[in-house]
């Protein structure tokens, strides 16, 4: 809620009220729901039934009191959200502008304001705060924004479960990693088939024909990311590239032979780890052996097949392992945006646009 004297100034709701309603958006005698948390501007609700919910109410605490907002009765169906169960559901972004109310009932509130001041021990007043809303949103974006506000909150919970579900339905990017003092957004590399973020620090990648790697300073860990068109000599296709991912992993008799989920940009693809063992030149089979750990990650795509792989030895593997997957998720896959050209035209004179 914007501030009726300072625009730029505003508080946001920690509380809220919602309630169940059927097909036709009459409300359900008997249900309703209270907000049961508070992260970064939004509040939720946990333990609900699957169904049809609306807002109904929101509050918020400032100069000592409780201020109730008020949310239009009016179209119900058009501000609901249908909560399917075990996932997440995005009830909106409302947006208030604060009204002064007349003098007389200013005056008197502002009293009761400066009386819970005096006896701060007594129970906080709660007063309706006179607000229209203007904005009422909630699309993809900003639903991705609120779901990414929350889930931190909700670490080590079924619900940041449910939260990350969501934005993998909804093909979410992560938020963009930032550095500095300043905080500044790490600006994107591109190149011909993606664009990336230098989250590793590693230094410049060594470029090769559809093919990034990187090797990790001071260590042997290496990162290769590779694209393939689905016109290259030899391709097979998708279904053939997974097959030989699962061969692969279950052939490696130190791993379980699992095919798991990895989330690669705003996409997720099939992922297998495999352990292989080198033996140095001019040494016994068996004598010295170097265990070697790959993880090779697959995702489809309409022009072909990206290929994310991370190589190190067994001890260095798990600790570069991290950095790998948020470098993964700073991805941006596909050939980079062309930039809008600002074009400007010069009429003759005399004429006007």
Known sequence: MRGALIPFFYDAADAGKIEPIDENGQSIPGLSGVSGAWANGYFMFFDLPPGRYVLRGASFAARGVRYQL???????????????????AFLGVYNYDAIWPELGIALKRAGRIVGHWLTPWM??????RDADMRVFDADQP?????????????????????????LRELSAA?????????????PLHPEPFLSWRDTLKWGQPRRVTGGLGWRRPGGEAQIALFFTSSTARGFAGWEAALGDLRRAASASVQDSGEVYTVR?????????RVTTY????????????????TETTLIPDGAGLFTMRLRA??????????????FLLQLVLGPPQPKAVKTEYVLPMGMSP
């Open 264 to 272: 690669v940009a705003t996409r997720s693809g099939p992922a297998a």
């Open 123 to 128: 129970k906080r007043p709660v007063m309706p």
């Open 142 to 166: 900003s639903e991705i924004s609120a779901l990414q506000a929350v889930r931190e909150k909700l670490a080590g919970t079924p619900w940041r479960r449910a939260v990350d579900a969501r």
């Open 174 to 186: 992560e938020p963009v990693k930032t550095a500095g003092v300043l905080s500044r957004e790490l």
């Open 70 to 88: 008020v949310v239009p009765q009016t179209a119900p169906l058009k501000r609901s959200v249908v909560l399917r169960p075990g996932a997440a």
């Open 313 to 326: 030895p067994r001890d260095e593997f798990e600790s570069a392992l991290p950095a790998y997957r948020e």
């Open 278 to 293: 080198s033996y140095p030149d001019g040494t016994l089979v068996g004598s010295v052996t170097k265990v070697i750990l």
